[in-house]
């Protein structure tokens, strides 16, 4: 069974400046994806970025970027210029690839990120 | 706006009873997943439908049941509630259930069981 682990319960860090959130993951398949998923106070569960991991490049979204390292399967999300908004739940997900796999979205625990002005 | 609809937003009930909830998915979406928020389990999976049929199930207690209907809309229903059922209850839908379809979560709804 594929399992994701987030080791930072919580984070914060100044406005404007960078953050990187960790996540590391374990499976056995070689195709599959992985995202960051934001959790404002609102509870609304929001897709941040994914990487497909297939692609050695990694995938970057205005702000939002990852460094992706399949073989020591970790998934980092750096976040540049911090603002006041990204304060929120962050989760790390897995899901698999495989037309026969499960499609389920196997969840890390989350990073509660605090952003001070 | 994710299009996904839930209600309904909060539920407040007592141990025992028994609550359905509802999903709309985006329109045109045929998959529709459960996911289950709790503080000590965190969110986990709970079952998966496809165009009426069950796909796959998770950690779901033999108390709940779903189902997804003609109109693709699905109910989760939860019953002989304890108080470690309280939690936030997503429902995600996705296009189809083929090699990538991002899953669109709708606002939840918060189940408190006292």
């Known amino acids: 069974a594929q399992t994701v682990t987030q080791s930072q319960p919580e984070m914060s860090v100044q406005e404007a400046e960078t953050v990187t959130l960790s996540c590391t993951y374990d499976t056995s398949e070689s195709d599959y994806y992985l995202f960051w998923y934001k959790q404002p106070p609102s509870r609304q569960m929001i897709l941040v970025i994914r990487q497909e991991a297939y692609k050695q490049q990694n995938a970057t979204e205005n702000r939002f970027s990852v460094n992706f390292q399949k073989a020591a399967k970790s998934f980092s999300l750096k976040i540049s210029d911090s603002q006041l908004g990204d304060a929120a739940m962050y989760f790390c997900?897995?899901?698999?690839?495989?037309?026969?796999?499960?499609?389920?979205?196997?969840f890390g625990q989350g990073t509660r990120l605090t952003i001070n002005p | 706006d994710s299009g996904v609809t839930q209600t309904p937003k909060h539920l407040i009930t007592a141990t025992g009873q028994r609550v359905t909830l509802r999903c709309s998915p985006r329109s045109g979406d045929l998959s529709v997943y459960w996911y289950q928020q709790s503080l000590d389990q965190g969110l986990q999976f709970l079952i998966h439908?496809?165009?009426?049929?069950?796909?796959a199930k998770g950690n779901i207690l033999e108390r709940f049941s779903a189902q997804q209907f003609p109109d693709l809309h699905s109910e989760l229903n939860l019953s002989s509630l304890e108080l470690g059922d309280s939690a936030l209850y997503f429902c995600?839908?996705?296009?189809?259930?083929?090699?990538?379809?991002?899953?669109?979560f709708g606002p939840g709804t918060r189940l408190t069981v006292l």
């Open positions: 997900a897995y899901r698999s690839a495989s037309p026969q796999g499960a499609q389920k979205l196997v």
């Open positions: 439908y496809y165009n009426g049929e069950e796909r």
């Open positions: 995600a839908s996705s296009v189809a259930d083929g090699r990538y379809n991002e899953q669109f």
